[in-house]
């Protein structure tokens, strides 16, 4: 109800997923297919501020534990949406670059050291042209979001490198924010809308398992191995989360699938760098390895070091002499 936010409920969640070491990330301040229905009452220029005013509560309220913002989300239909609603009005009142670069303005204020992404389904050359838009405007966009919920069957490497190609031109860091891979029988081909296909039920199978394994292996190594993507996120943790659908890497009782223990050994075993080194004559050992925090261990002392995505023109050192933790 207007006037209710469940900031309360919200920051407990958020501060105990930031309390086990999660990075949590707010999804999305505006859009259409989420919009509260009492803003419907209101005037355009009224939808408009009481937006621009709730991005700016929920981004200073949460500073410090959500730092990270799908600002807007799936711009591309916004205007066309095939249902009413406050938000598809306000977007063709203004037009979708104007909503953009207001509604980013409003979350770069409320806090100027946020990650702020642009997010959308749609990632044809339409969603290309209409981020080159926003940049040209002046845009602050820190990364590009892009979803690819599967549910009619895995890409491929070539339609993800493709992909991969096209949204890398803007020089931003990429953000795999919505993916889904399936582990039971495929959505039929000539579904457009993927709300529209719901099924009471909707299992997951041995084979389809063991197809989900092999589809997230490779398309974590493409992703992994391409310098401007930061981040992947799996969009169901657990099967049934969202139209029934069997795209967790749990199944719906919570137990792990082959596709849960792959991830697991790449992202703990394989990409991680462990090992000894080390010193020369003076002390000093050099590391290279996987990006990340390192912990360091000699039989006197410790200490973290980080290794970045920043280009560096010489081995980076520490030394451990009287150095703790």
């Known amino acids: 109800m207007e006037g209710q936010p469940l900031t309360e ?38 939808i408009l501020q009481k937006q621009l005013d709730r991005i700016q509560r929920e981004v200073s309220n949460f ?33 979708p670059v104007e909503l953009v670069r207001q509604v980013f303005a409003a979350a770069k204020q409320a806090n100027p050291q946020a990650t702020l992404l642009i997010n959308d389904f749609n990632l044809s ?11 040209d405007a002046g845009v602050p966009i820190s990364a590009i979001g892009l979803q690819t919920h599967q549910h009619q069957g895995y890409m491929g490497r070539e339609r993800l490198e493709e992909i991969l190609e096209r949204f890398s031109v803007f020089g931003l860091p990429l953000h795999f924010t919505e993916n889904t891979l399936l582990s039971g029988h495929l959505m039929p081909a000539d ?90 004559e003076n002390g000093v050992a050099e590391l290279a390895g996987f990006r990340g925090t390192y912990s360091l261990h000699t039989d006197r002392a410790q200490a973290e070091v980080q290794l970045t995505a920043q280009p560096i023109t010489q081995p980076r050192r520490i030394l451990l002499q009287d150095c703790h933790t």
């Open 63 to 95: 500073k410090g534990v959500v730092d990270m913002w799908d600002v807007i989300n799936e711009v591309v239909i916004m205007p066309v949406y095939r249902s009413d609603n406050a938000v598809s009005r306000i977007c063709r009142y203004l037009g």
């Open 125 to 135: 050359d339409k969603y290309r042209d209409l981020i080159a838009a926003c940049l």
């Open 191 to 280: 579904i457009v809308d993927l709300n529209d296909y719901q099924v009471e039920s909707w299992p997951s199978t041995p084979e389809g398992e063991e197809r989900q394994r092999r589809e997230w292996r490779e398309m974590y190594e493409i992703l992994f191995s391409h310098p401007q993507v930061e981040a992947i996120t799996g969009w169901d943790y657990a099967d049934g989360a969202w139209l029934n659908v069997p795209s967790g890497l749990l199944r719906a009782d919570n137990s792990p699938k082959p596709s849960y223990r792959e991830l697991q050994r790449l992202i703990h075993e394989e990409w991680t760098s462990q090992g000894e080194l080390h010193t020369d």
């Open 9 to 46: 409920s919200r920051m407990r969640a958020a501060r105990l997923l930031q309390q086990h070491g999660v990075r949590v990330k707010g999804h999305p301040l505006c859009w259409h297919t989420a919009c509260a229905d009492w803003l419907m009452q209101y005037d355009n220029k009224t």
